[in-house]
Structure formats: C-alpha cells, structure tokens
C-alpha cells in the first residue's frame, strides 16, 4: 500500500550534527554516523544529509563522509553541500548516494540541472529550494545557506527546474525553519500545483500532523524535518526518533 514518505533533514557542520533556527544559531546535536544507526533501528523511510559550509568553503560534501553513510544505512539517502559538477555527482553516487541535492548551483547555473538529469537520470537530481519572505515583499529564493537574495519567485523557480529536468524539489520556507510551529502550507500547495514532480514539504514541521496538513491539504508528495526527528519534549533535549510504523498509518 501506498504511503507518502517521512523523510528526517540532517544538517551537517565540520562532520558534526547541527540544527537550525531560521538558518542561524546552529546547535550541535551529536555524531551524524550514530544518527544513521538509531535511524536504521527505526526504519527510516530515507534520509537527507546537507553540509551547510561546503558552498561557502567551495568545496562539496566529503566523499569519505557520503561513503561511510553509505556502508551504514539500511535505507536509502541523498546529499548536498557545493555540488557544481559531473564529476561531483558522480562520486557521490558512487560512493553510495542514491540521490543528489542541488540547490545554490542550480540557480547560477539551471543548464547544469538539464546536465545531470541527462547523465544520471531525473530521479537521482533533486533540488532543493530556500525561500524567504520578507515584510512588505514577495517571496524570494534565496541560495549560499539563505544569505543571498536571488531574483527568482519560488514558483517561477520551481517551473524552471522542472523543465530543466529535476526529479523532485525540496521546498524549505526560510521563516519555519526551526520553529515548530507548522509548515508554510500556502507556499508548498503553490509549489505542488505548480509542477507534476514530486514536491517534498520542508521547514516548520512540529509534529505529525503537520505532515497530514501538508500532504492532504497542500498536495505535498513527501514530507522532511528536521527538528522534530532530533529533539524530544518541551526543553528540545536532543534524541533521535521517527514515528514507529502503527504512527506513520494514522498519518495519513
């Protein structure tokens, strides 16, 4: 039987766990090698690394990180971090990556999304899309870890990479990020109307009925967190959890 896919977003600093809060005040959570074996444990559906420093440091994420991930996890995962080559993407996968996430090179450069599709196939190209919405102005997508503002409506963006061959998208609502509080489910219901690949529905979620309200009511294909897979109860103690399977059927 179907069921959409619950995906936990695992941001990586220096080889070490971190979470957000509107993309700043980073916060170490622990080793991202035992997260994968807890994840493992409680049968993840897949999981999503991005190493936050690897475009700023003009470097991709470490082949020796994506490849140890890869002799531990039972399920599959994708990276991100400073891709901007074929030769980037196919070490990852060859390293043990099932997909591929693009998100600040996709938009200096959308041929290269129409590259990789060509060379890997749609399904392993996946990119991931930070938006932020300021006061008095439209959203905008911004890239290099939501410092620069681009000129790209989320919407306009997410057509784009479409038709220059992404398999899916990850929308991120910059504002969410980190707070708990819901998803921007005006933004993923603008994004899922707009484009037929799947959209999976990032930044916000709190707890599982966010994910219901992103998919039944804003056509999200999947959903990622990140906060709610790592911390527990009212203080945020950090532990790794994911809903057992009795959870992930009442979901939806």
């Given at each position: 039987m179907y069921r959409h896919r619950v995906i936990p977003i695992l941001l990586l600093k220096n080889?070490?766990?971190?979470?957000?809060?509107?993309?700043?005040n980073y916060r170490y959570i622990g080793d991202p090698i035992n997260a994968v074996k807890i994840f493992n444990d409680l049968k993840a559906d897949e999981l999503v690394f991005l190493d936050i420093l690897a475009t700023k440091e003009k470097r991709t994420i470490?082949?020796?990180?994506?490849?140890?991930?890869?002799?531990?996890?039972?399920?599959?995962?994708?990276?991100g971090g400073g891709i901007r080559t074929i030769k980037n993407i196919k070490k990852i996968i060859n390293a043990g990556a099932e997909k591929v996430i693009i998100n600040t090179y996709a938009e200096e450069n959308p041929n290269f999304i129409r590259e990789s599709s060509d060379t890997f196939g749609s399904s392993s190209i996946v990119v991931s899309i930070d938006v932020k919405k300021r006061?008095?102005?439209?959203?905008?997508?911004?890239?290099?870890?939501?410092?620069?503002?681009?000129?790209?409506?989320?919407?306009?963006?997410?057509?784009?990479?479409?038709?220059?061959?992404?398999?899916?998208?990850?929308?991120?609502?910059?504002?969410?990020?980190?707070?708990?509080?819901?998803?921007?489910?005006?933004?993923?219901?603008?994004?899922?109307?707009?484009?037929?690949?799947?959209?999976?529905?990032?930044?916000?979620?709190?707890?599982?009925?966010?994910f219901y309200q992103?998919?039944?009511?804003?056509?999200?294909?999947?959903?990622?967190?990140?906060?709610?897979?790592?911390?527990?109860?009212?203080?945020?103690?950090?532990?790794i959890n994911y809903p057992n399977s009795t959870e992930l059927k009442n979901i939806f």
């Open positions: 080889y070490g766990l971190v979470k957000s809060i509107k993309f700043k470490p082949i020796e990180f994506v490849r140890n991930v890869g002799d531990e996890a039972n399920m599959p995962f994708a990276v006061i008095l102005q439209n959203r905008k997508v911004h890239t290099n870890s939501g410092t620069r503002s681009t000129r790209y409506d989320p919407i306009e963006f997410s057509k784009l990479m479409e038709d220059k061959g992404a398999g899916e998208i990850i929308i991120n609502s910059i504002n969410e990020d980190g707070l708990m509080s819901g998803y921007d489910l005006e933004l993923i219901q603008d994004v899922a109307k707009a484009v037929s690949i799947p959209v999976v529905a990032a930044g916000g979620a709190g707890n599982f009925s966010d992103a998919v039944n009511h804003s056509y999200a294909s999947a959903v990622a967190a990140g906060s709610l897979f790592v911390y527990h109860g009212q203080r945020n103690a950090v532990l």
